[in-house]
C-alpha cells in the first residue's frame, strides 16, 4: 500500500504562481527572465543549529515598533542568505512578540517543512491560515502535513474548498486519493486519480504518478511507466515520478533506461534533502550538482535557470552565458526572438542582472 502523502513535499509557493510561456519557455525560465529564480523556500541547515535556537520564548503579544523592528530584523536575515540557525531564532524573536502574524509565521513553516521538522511546520501554517483563512496555498500546505502525520480525519475537512479552486483540484485529488488508499478503500482511490482529463498537465502530474504506482503495484509495469512520464511531462522535477519510472524500466528490463533514471534521482535528492546544499558554504556544490543534472536531464528546464542565477550570483557570467546558450541550443531552440534576446541581456551581457 502507499503510504498517504509519500513523496509529496509542502508545495512552494512559487509553483502555483509561475505560468508558463509559449513552447520551450515553461515556467521555469518565466521566473528567469523576470528574474525571480531565487529559491522560494528558505536555506535548510542542521538540526543540531536549529535546535540551539529554538530555546524557551516568553510569548508577549500585539505588534508595535519592536514588533516591526524584530520582523525586517528576520527578514532581511533571511532573504539575504543568513546562517539558518540566526534566522530561525531572529523568526522565533518576531514570533514571540506577535504569535499571530501571518508573514512570521508562513517564514517559520516554510523552514521547519525544508527541515522535515513536520509538527511545528503545521503548527504555523494552522496559525497562518487562521490569518488569512481564504489563502489556498497555506490550506494546501496544511492538507499535505496533515496526510503526513496521520490527521486525515482533519484533511478531509479541509479539502472541500481546494477540490473547488482549479488551481489546487490536482493536489486535492492526489490527497483524497491517499486518504482513501490508507483507510483501504484502494478501487475507490484508483478511480479518483485514473480520470485526470479536467485537469492541464501542471495539475495533474500527482495523481498520474500516484495511478503509476497503483498500476506498479498490481503488476501493469507497462502502464504504469506510462503514466509516470505523464507526470513527468506535468512536472520534470516530480521524484516520486522519477523513481516509478525507474522502477518500471526495471521491471521491464530495460536497465539501461532504468540507471539513467537512478541517476536523475539521485541528483535531485542531492539538491533537495541534503540539509546543507542551499547554504552559501555548499554553493560550489549545489552548482556542480545543477551542472550535472541539466547535462543529464535536460527536459527539466527549470534548471537551466536555477544553474545560471547561481553561477552569476557566483560571480561567473561566461559560465552562466554558456549554460544559457546550452539551454537555447537544446530545449529552448524554438523560444520566440524576443525571450532568446532578453535572456543573452541578463546571462551573457555585463550589468545584464
Not at 518500471?248 to 533514471?261: K, M, V
Request: aromatic share 6%.
Amino acid at each position: 500500500m502507499t503510504r498517504p502523502g509519500s513523496g509529496t513535499s509542502v508545495r512552494a509557493p512559487t509553483w502555483a504562481r509561475r505560468v508558463a510561456l509559449a513552447g520551450a519557455f515553461s515556467a521555469a525560465l518565466a521566473g528567469a527572465l523576470a528574474g525571480a529564480c531565487s529559491e522560494s523556500s528558505p536555506a535548510p541547515q542542521g538540526a543540531s543549529t536549529v535546535a540551539a535556537a529554538r530555546g524557551s520564548q516568553a510569548v508577549t503579544h500585539g505588534g508595535g515598533p519592536a514588533f516591526e523592528a524584530a520582523r525586517q530584523r528576520a527578514v532581511q536575515l533571511q532573504d539575504s542568505g543568513a546562517d539558518q540557525g540566526e534566522v530561525l531564532a531572529a523568526l522565533q524573536a518576531a514570533f514571540a512578540l506577535d504569535p499571530d502574524h501571518y508573514g512570521i509565521n508562513h517564514r517559520l513553516a516554510r523552514l521547519d517543512s525544508d527541515l522535515r521538522l513536520h509538527d511545528q511546520a503545521l503548527e504555523h501554517f494552522l496559525r497562518a491560515h487562521r490569518a488569512r483563512p481564504d489563502d489556498h496555498e497555506v490550506l494546501m500546505a496544511v492538507v499535505t502535513l496533515q496526510v503526513r502525520l496521520g490527521q486525515l480525519d482533519e484533511a478531509l475537512a479541509n479539502l472541500p474548498p481546494l477540490e473547488a479552486d482549479r488551481a489546487y483540484a490536482g493536489d486535492a485529488r492526489y490527497q483524497r486519493a491517499s486518504i482513501l488508499d490508507a483507510r483501504g478503500e484502494r478501487a475507490a482511490a484508483l478511480a479518483l486519480v485514473a480520470d485526470t482529463k479536467d485537469l492541464p498537465p501542471r495539475e495533474a502530474y500527482r495523481c498520474e504518478s500516484l495511478h503509476g504506482r497503483y498500476l506498479l503495484e498490481e503488476g501493469d509495469v507497462a502502464g504504469s511507466r506510462e503514466h509516470f512520464r505523464k507526470a513527468l511531462a506535468g512536472r520534470a522535477d516530480y521524484k516520486e515520478a522519477l523513481k516509478g519510472l525507474a522502477d518500471s524500466c526495471r521491471r521491464l528490463g530495460q536497465d539501461t533506461e532504468a540507471a539513467r533514471w537512478d541517476h536523475v534521482l539521485a541528483l535531485f535528492l542531492a539538491l533537495t534533502d541534503n540539509a546543507f546544499i542551499r547554504s552559501p558554504a555548499e554553493r560550489e556544490h549545489r552548482r556542480a550538482t545543477l551542472e550535472e543534472l541539466v547535462v543529464a536531464y535536460p527536459d527539466w528546464v527549470e534548471g537551466f535557470a536555477q544553474l545560471a542565477d547561481l553561477q552569476l550570483d557566483l560571480g561567473d557570467r561566461a559560465a552562466a552565458c554558456r549554460t544559457i546558450e546550452r539551454f537555447l541550443a537544446g530545449p529552448g531552440a524554438n523560444s520566440p526572438p524576443d525571450a532568446v534576446g532578453k535572456l543573452r541581456a541578463r546571462y551573457c551581457e555585463s550589468g545584464g542582472k
